[in-house]
């Protein structure tokens, strides 16, 4: 099946810095990715959804200048924490779409972010 | 937007049935998800469903009714492992999922 990564699965980083996140799809291409953030005993909230090639598009409430997300290829995808603080502690988790015909889509394995 | 509740916890023992119920309001429907999240992993696929009825996949089944806005997953032979949270998610027409907020279900022996 498919396969999606992220790197790195935690990280801790001072108040102030910024944070890169990295979602591959290691053995299929996806042309579209979405980025979420999950806080403890809450769901998944959608941050923002990335195109290859293009901006992405952001869910409401969620700062585009803080959360850059670039999609440079088919298979990377990566969220940058801006100036992060922390509030912005959190499980940042990304999927792709399958090619399956119904679609469903494949999560990545998590990025544990705390800021101190 | 979406709307989708479903309980909180639900707490069965080792081989019984358990059934988690899922009721969303939608702006759009493109077919409804169901994923088990253990704690600190990311959630695996269980389920879809895009048309009425049952789908059933070994212990798992869900059932979905479009016009009751309404699923549930059926566990069944409950097992120690299927302790986990259960995420019910609907889906847009823009292939977006939002997620309700889980219910944690815990396996007793």
């Known amino acids: 099946g498919a396969v999606v990564s992220q790197h790195p699965s935690w990280v801790i980083c001072k108040s102030g810095t910024s944070v890169k996140i990295e979602c591959r799809s290691l053995d299929f291409q996806a042309t579209t990715m979405f980025w979420y953030r999950q806080f403890p005993k809450q769901s998944l909230m959608l941050m923002a959804t990335s195109n290859e090639g293009s901006k992405a598009t952001y869910e409401q409430g969620v700062e585009k200048d803080k959360f850059l997300i670039n999609h440079a290829s088919l298979t990377l995808s990566t969220l940058t924490v801006t100036s992060a603080h922390p509030e912005d502690s959190s499980f940042y988790i990304c999927?792709?779409?399958?090619?399956?015909?119904?679609?469903?889509?494949?999560f990545g394995p998590g990025t544990r972010l705390t800021v101190t | 937007g979406q709307n989708i509740d479903q309980p909180t916890e639900m707490t069965a023992t080792e081989g019984a049935i358990v059934q988690i119920n899922c009721t969303y309001q939608?702006?759009?429907?493109?077919?409804l998800f169901w994923y088990q999240q253990h704690a600190g992993e990311a959630p695996t696929f269980l389920s879809y469903n895009v048309l009425d009825g049952l789908e059933e996949k070994g212990r798992f089944s869900s059932f979905l009714s479009r016009s009751k806005g309404y699923s549930y997953l059926l566990l069944k032979e409950l097992q120690m492992k299927d302790s986990a949270s259960y995420l019910c998610?609907?889906?847009?027409?823009?292939?977006?999922?939002?997620f309700g907020a889980g219910t944690t279900v815990t396996v007793r022996a």
């Open positions: 999927s792709a779409n399958s090619d399956r015909e119904w679609g469903e889509q494949y």
């Open positions: 998610a609907v889906r847009d027409g823009d292939y977006k999922l939002s």
């Open positions: 939608t702006s759009g429907f493109n077919g």
